[in-house]
């Protein structure tokens, strides 16, 4: 059972373009959570998301920002027009249903803008 | 919303040393989360755990769910063992929240 996948790995953008950052979570797992840790900074919520459905957003800037979970595919983190603030590691967590607590986290998307 | 707060912030040791980190939150939790974060930045789920005491390896994780406090222990630390280490619990105390995250322990092993 292959765990959570992020891709991809590394992504460099240039002020003002658009950034991409996917997410598959563990076969099974309905539950996708987003988490952005800024240079030096500690890891932060984004978003949580079910299949079609955006849970809480409560972490997630209200500009620039939006994320997606469709019925079929990965998960998508969209930042338009970026910023060099929002050069970070962007880390995507899964878990199985509702009541689970455990979170399985993937590898990271180090997002540069230049 | 749970808050967090590890110590110490910064612990350096030798090798073999028994090393101990903190963890303490606000707000009662179903689980608490520890993760290990190495310098190529990626993260691994080290222990969920809701009561008690769990065993993997050198490492040992406690939690004292009454006075909402948690401990990591390394037994025998080895230079591998450095990275950083957070503790995180679900925002608002339970279910499939998003987690809240302390801000980590900087742990170097020396030779």
């Known amino acids: 059972n292959a765990g959570v996948m992020q891709n991809p790995r590394h992504l460099v953008r240039r002020r003002g373009q658009e950034a991409r950052l996917r997410c598959s979570p563990m076969k099974g797992h309905s539950h996708v959570y987003w988490y952005r840790q800024l240079p030096e900074e500690g890891l932060k919520f984004m978003v949580y998301?079910?299949?079609?459905?955006?849970?809480?957003e409560s972490g997630m800037p209200k500009e620039r920002f939006s994320a997606e979970f469709p019925k079929e595919g990965p998960s998508i983190l969209r930042i338009q027009q970026v910023v060099r603030g929002d050069s970070a590691a962007y880390f995507c967590?899964?878990?199985?249903?509702?009541?689970?607590?455990?979170?399985?986290f993937g590898p990271g998307t180090r997002l540069t803008v230049l | 919303k749970n808050e967090v707060e590890q110590s110490p912030q910064n612990l350096t040791a030798q090798e073999g040393e028994f090393i101990t980190i903190n963890c303490s939150y606000s707000?009662?939790?179903?689980?608490l989360h520890w993760l290990q974060q190495h310098p190529g930045g990626g993260i691994v789920s080290l222990f969920m755990?809701?009561?008690g005491k769990k065993k993997h390896g050198r490492l040992i994780a406690t939690i004292n769910i009454q006075e909402k406090h948690s401990s990591l222990h390394i037994t025998a630390s080895h230079p591998r063992d450095s990275a950083v280490y957070i503790c995180a619990v679900p925002t608002s105390g339970g279910g499939a929240d998003g987690l809240t995250f302390g801000k980590g322990t900087h742990l170097i092993i020396q030779p």
């Open positions: 967590a899964s878990s199985p249903d509702r009541v689970a607590d455990t979170q399985y």
């Open positions: 755990l809701s009561s």
């Open positions: 707000v009662g939790i179903s689980a």
């Open positions: 998301l079910q299949k079609e459905n955006i849970i809480d």
